[in-house]
């Protein structure tokens, strides 16, 4: 595997490295012309082997990563078309974030003959058959994608920044079978020209009363079928001291009863407070023994409301909202992510 430092620690090397060949100058003699022009030859071959290094940029990862998979996934024989999807990291989209699979993609097409699907030709068969970006790293929406695509891997990782180097994790999926079947690690050092495409793009901030600004990522996750049932957040506002979220469901099967217990559903705000519901409503709703039980008619969107107490009116966003609901005797819970609050 091939690895490439942080400039600050090829510097703290280096400095090191200047010791001990001083010592060995002082112990062996290097002052006399012959040791020193060894001196000389083992000190610029330091210096050029250092800017070398230093030179590595993420063009150089992102090759040297996808030359590893291609030859990988190569000798696999189990991969004829593949595709990418963005790397993922806390921070959000990223140019940084697109760009090292697409570099990781062609290098695959230039020493393979493995089909590619770019990333438009990717995002056309998404909305073509209905699925979301945010959804494609759930192991049965990728069997989905494999059977009306016929793409049978993808190219997925994630990024984290460490200072002032970055490690990049990339690994290959099977979409059938849900198999790792390559993964590589590579670090690079965190020069301008990365920092500069390391900002998180086109994404909304706010700000809450204490002046404090937090991102909205684009892995926002506003829906969701569950049981045959499409959940679907509507809004959710400030409402005194309380949260109130509207909620549509609709139900794509027979006619059913669902329930809402009083005090299991749950929300954590962007700085980490949690609070758990207090109260349903709906029009057609009613309280037997702690859950709140209502009708849901085939095809007919019905909207109920999810009361959060306990001091959460500051949330500017919902990181996590989990609602608990009781179906044909059975207990069941779906989330969502990234809610923004309306004032």
């Known amino acids: ?144 994608l494999g059977k009306f695509s016929s793409i049978d891997a993808l190219v997925v990782g994630k990024y984290r920044e460490f200072g002032e180097f970055i490690l990049v994790t990339v690994q290959v999926i099977h979409v059938e079978t849900a198999e790792s079947l390559c993964s590589v690690s590579q670090k690079l050092p965190k020069t301008e020209d990365i920092k500069s495409i390391l900002v998180p793009k086109d994404i909304p901030e706010i700000t809450d009363d204490r002046g404090e600004t937090y991102v909205i990522p684009q892995e926002t996750v506003t829906e969701g079928t569950q049981n045959q049932v499409h959940f679907q957040i509507q809004k959710c506002r400030v409402q005194g001291k309380n949260i109130r979220c509207d909620v549509l469901l609709t139900n794509m099967s027979e006619d059913k009863n669902i329930g809402f217990y009083r005090s299991h559903s749950v929300m954590t705000n962007q700085v980490g407070h949690s609070s758990k519901s207090t109260d349903f409503v709906n029009g057609g709703g009613v309280w037997r023994s702690g859950w709140f039980n209502f009708n849901l008619i085939t095809g007919v969107p019905t909207r109920v409301s999810v009361v959060f107490g306990n001091g959460v009116k500051d949330s500017k966003l919902l990181r996590v909202l989990e609602l608990r609901y009781k179906l044909e005797n059975a207990d069941y819970k779906i989330q969502f992510r990234n809610i923004r609050v309306d004032q």
């Not at 030179?55 to 000798?75: K, N, W």
């Open 1 to 144: 595997m091939i690895t490439v430092a942080s400039l600050a620690d090829f510097e703290k090397v280096f400095e090191k490295l200047k010791i001990l060949i001083w010592i060995f100058g002082m112990l062996f003699g290097m002052k006399q012309r012959r040791g020193w022009n060894m001196f000389r030859v083992i000190f610029v071959s330091c210096l050029l082997s250092l800017s070398a290094l230093q030179g590595q940029d993420f063009f150089d990862v992102s090759r040297a990563i996808g030359t590893q998979l291609a030859t990988c996934i190569d000798e696999k024989k189990k991969v004829e078309k593949i595709s990418l999807l963005d790397l993922q990291s806390s921070e959000g989209p990223t140019e940084f974030a697109q760009i090292v699979p697409e570099l990781i993609l062609e290098v695959i097409q230039q020493k393979t003959d493995i089909d590619t699907v770019t990333r438009t030709q990717f995002d056309l068969i998404l909305k073509e058959h209905k699925l979301k970006l945010s959804g494609l790293m759930d192991p049965e929406n990728q069997k989905k």
